[in-house]
């Protein structure tokens, strides 16, 4: 499969049949791996239906490259990728287990220089097993973790150029980050190596407190679609993806912010 | 300070288990730029994130649950994460548990019921295709679980609990759509099953027209659960 091109939904069960029965415009979609690294019955008969007819990535949030990966998981994304044959795999960068517990989220590191270097051996290991480049997402976080000492622009740069990975920018994770640490979102835009990204992801959020939490469960938010627009005029046009996870709506709500999205990459990109 | 990702790691998996505080964690690790409840703030998404995915696997047993006592349910939920911490990347093999804990813990029966219901549905829709009965369920419940359940997904049902009245149900997975199909069977078509499953007619089973079997074997294969290949074996052996 060729670099992805426009903006592609995230599949997800409640959107399996309205997808198949759409005639509006899908560019690509986007799996969560950790749903059809054991797939069988339904999930991998829908999985391969739709393969027939759209590109589809697989974004995983167990790869935990800060830690080590699960005992088997990488074999088994192996797989997946040698089904798929996708551009690339994304995860995130950030550590969701330790040892053999699974904490199901995406855990932020301490930004310093054991913790590049850990991300970049797992990171070379996981694209040498699958024969796939990775690709590695920023996450949202809550709280600066003790021990940090460079600013997350600086982080993701190292970890890119050290393991010669992509990153996916999300720019719903920037803006909660800017708003949870009282940053402001374009210095974080100007700090981020965007020269590395190579897909871009948009959802919505829910505030919780005095934290904006990243719940892929509400409409992209105006301050995200602003940021997003400042993003394609400085890179031109990224392959994006529009996110749900919760209270997802109606198929023709996705694929209205997807077109909406496409119509800003082709106007500004 | 900087400390060693093992000690950051060992330190912060601590307090996500909650066996340490935040301030005993920054007290381990240096302070968190960010201040210490922000830091607390982890423990209870890790604790918030597993519970979600409770909910969504179980999510008309915990409207039921929520109904016969909130904090009664809850309390299961919490004990049934704290026995069983997760140890897959897939959430909803963390809490598949779930339904054998409620009644080893003495949920009330209609809760218990509606567990096993969304176990069993999962199951059937997770199982590998088969031309056969081997990814079939029949269940047997004393309260109306799925009417439930299929209430809760529509919307149409907000809270409450299910009716007691015994039901019975073949669940399959029809063989196009991937759709979940839900019959509820005569006692043919439980010896149709019965028989394909055996691969023989054996003496035990109840006393019905044959005909009426294959009647049902057929039905099952219109609507998609059954291979047209299994009514042909029910053909065969209704003929021995």
């Given at each position: 499969m060729?670099?992805?091109?426009?903006?592609?939904?995230?599949?997800?069960?409640?959107?399996?049949?309205?997808?198949?029965?759409?005639?509006?415009r899908?560019?690509?979609?986007e799996?969560?791996?950790?749903?059809?690294l054991?797939a069988?019955?339904r999930?991998?008969a829908?999985?391969?239906r739709?393969a027939e007819?759209?590109?589809?990535?697989p974004?995983g949030?167990a790869l935990?490259?800060?830690t080590?990966?699960?005992?088997?998981y990488?074999?088994?994304?192996?797989?997946l990728?040698?089904?798929?044959s996708?551009?690339?795999?994304?995860?995130?960068?950030c550590?969701?287990?330790?040892g053999a517990?699974?904490?199901?989220?995406?855990?932020p590191?301490?930004?310093?220089?054991?913790?590049i270097?850990?991300?970049?051996t797992n990171?070379?290991?996981v694209?040498?097993a699958t024969?796939c480049?990775l690709?590695?997402e920023?996450?949202?976080?809550?709280?600066?973790m003790?021990?940090?000492?460079?600013?997350?622009?600086?982080?993701?740069?190292?970890?890119?150029e050290?393991a010669?990975v992509?990153l996916?920018?999300?720019v719903t994770n920037?803006h909660?980050n800017?708003?949870n640490?009282?940053?402001?979102?374009?210095?974080?835009l100007?700090?981020?190596?965007?020269?590395?990204?190579?897909?871009?992801?948009?959802?919505?959020?829910?505030?919780?407190?005095?934290?904006?939490?990243?719940?892929?469960?509400?409409?992209?938010?105006?301050?995200?679609w602003d940021l997003?627009?400042?993003v394609i005029?400085?890179r031109g046009?990224?392959?994006?993806?529009?996110?749900?996870?919760?209270?997802?709506?109606p198929?023709?709500v996705?694929?209205d912010?997807?077109d909406?999205?496409?119509?800003?990459?082709?106007r500004h990109? | 300070?900087?400390?060693?990702l093992?000690?950051?790691f060992?330190?912060m998996g601590?307090?996500m288990e909650?066996?340490i505080?935040?301030e005993?964690?920054?007290?381990?690790?240096?302070?968190s730029?960010?201040?210490t409840?922000?830091l607390?703030?982890y423990?209870?998404?890790i604790?918030?994130?597993?519970t979600s995915a409770?909910?969504?696997?179980?999510?008309?047993?915990r409207?039921?649950?929520?109904?016969?006592?909130?904090?009664g349910?809850?309390?299961?939920?919490?004990?049934?994460l704290a026995?069983?911490?997760?140890?897959?990347?897939?959430p909803?093999?963390v809490?598949?548990?779930?339904?054998?804990?409620?009644?080893?813990?003495?949920a009330?029966?209609?809760?218990?019921?509606?567990a096993?219901?969304a176990r069993?549905?999962?199951q059937?829709l997770?199982?590998p295709?088969s031309d056969?009965?081997?990814?079939?369920a029949?269940?047997?419940?004393?309260?109306a679980?799925?009417?439930?359940?299929?209430?809760?997904?529509?919307?149409?049902?907000?809270?409450?609990?299910?009716?007691a009245?015994p039901?019975t149900w073949?669940?399959?997975?029809?063989r196009?759509t991937?759709?979940l199909?839900?019959?509820t069977?005569?006692v043919?078509?439980?010896v149709a099953?019965?028989?394909l499953?055996?691969?023989?007619?054996?003496?035990g089973l109840?006393?019905?027209?044959?005909?009426?079997?294959r009647?049902?074997?057929?039905a099952l294969v219109?609507l998609g659960?059954?291979?047209?290949t299994a009514?042909?074996?029910?053909?065969?052996l209704?003929?021995d």
């Open positions: 060729g670099e992805l091109q426009g903006v592609g939904i995230g599949l997800r069960k409640a959107l399996f049949e309205p997808l198949l029965a759409t005639n509006r899908v560019d690509w979609l799996v969560v791996s950790e749903n059809y054991d069988t019955g999930a991998d829908m999985l391969a739709f007819r759209w590109p589809i990535v974004h949030v935990s490259v800060g080590a990966p699960p005992d088997g990488v074999e088994k994304l192996t797989a990728a040698a089904r798929l996708p551009p690339y795999l994304s995860d995130h960068c550590y969701s287990s330790i517990r699974n904490f199901l989220d995406l855990l590191l301490p930004r310093h220089d054991e913790a270097a850990r991300i970049v990171a070379r290991a694209s040498a024969g480049s690709v590695l920023n996450i949202t976080t809550y709280a600066e003790p021990g940090s000492i460079y600013d997350e622009g600086t982080f993701l740069r190292r970890i890119a050290e010669g992509g996916l920018l999300d920037l909660l800017a708003v640490h009282g940053l402001d979102p374009l210095a974080l100007d700090a981020f190596p965007l020269e590395h990204v190579r897909q871009l992801h948009l959802a919505g959020f829910t505030q919780d407190g005095d934290v904006l939490l990243d719940t892929h469960s509400a409409p992209i938010a105006a301050p995200v997003y627009r400042e005029k400085r046009a990224i392959p994006t993806l529009i996110e749900w996870d919760q209270h997802i709506p198929l023709d996705v694929l912010e997807a909406r999205a496409r119509s800003l990459m082709e990109g | 300070m900087t400390t060693s093992e000690s950051f060992a330190t601590a307090l909650g066996s505080s935040a005993q964690c920054e007290a381990r690790l240096g302070p730029a960010s201040g409840a922000r607390a703030l423990p209870r998404l604790a918030r994130q597993a409770l909910d969504a696997m179980f999510a008309a047993a409207i039921a649950g929520l109904a016969w006592d909130a904090d349910y809850r309390a299961l939920q919490a004990g049934y026995a069983h911490p997760p140890r897959s990347w897939s909803s093999e809490v598949v548990g779930f339904a054998d804990y409620l009644e080893a813990h003495g009330p029966r209609d809760i218990v019921e509606l096993d219901y069993v549905c999962r059937v997770a199982a295709a056969g009965t081997a990814g079939l029949v269940v047997h419940y004393q309260h679980v799925r009417e439930f359940a299929l209430g809760i997904k529509a919307g149409s049902i907000a809270e409450g609990r299910p009716a009245r039901t073949i669940l399959g997975r029809h196009e991937q759709r199909v839900a019959v069977p005569s043919p078509a439980l099953l019965q028989v499953t055996d691969g023989t007619w054996s003496g109840p006393a019905v027209e044959r005909s009426h079997v009647l049902e074997a057929a219109r659960v059954l291979a047209p009514q042909t074996l029910v053909d065969e209704a003929c």
